[in-house]
């Protein structure tokens, strides 16, 4: 943990990026499955191939409008903002790129800034 005077963290933004997919998450899919099953269509996600449809997100926010515990663990309190945003975000049933971007600037403008 750092410590510093209040007036050195009123200089402070954090800044970090996400990644909004139209399809879920871009990571590793686990699946558990019975010998020679593979095939099954229970079994089959389908994929989208090369511009599936995927937004990168930039953002920040000043050390005046959190309010965090002295020993928050999170270091950048920006991952709970994204966290709260794909939550809001894997509720809608989105189909196209220009639909996420609707849907992620609508639901942003629906977080509380109250909430970080």
């Given amino acids: 943990m750092v410590y510093k005077d209040i007036s050195f963290w009123e200089s402070v933004i954090f800044v970090d990026e996400s990644d909004f997919n139209i399809f879920g998450s871009n990571g590793r899919l686990t699946l558990w499955r019975k010998p020679n099953e593979e095939l099954n269509p229970k079994n089959l996600l389908p994929t989208v191939k090369l ?3 995927d937004i990168m997100v930039w953002g920040c926010s000043a050390a005046a409008g959190i309010k ?3 020993y ?13 945003l794909k939550k809001r975000t894997w509720k809608h049933d989105i189909s196209s790129k220009e639909q996420l971007k609707a849907v992620l600037r609508e639901e942003w403008n629906k977080i509380d800034h109250s909430y970080t």
């Fill in 51 to 53: 511009g599936g449809g």
């Fill in 68 to 70: 965090t515990p002295a």
């Fill in 72 to 84: 928050s663990q999170d270091l950048n309190p920006i991952e709970n903002l994204w966290h709260e």
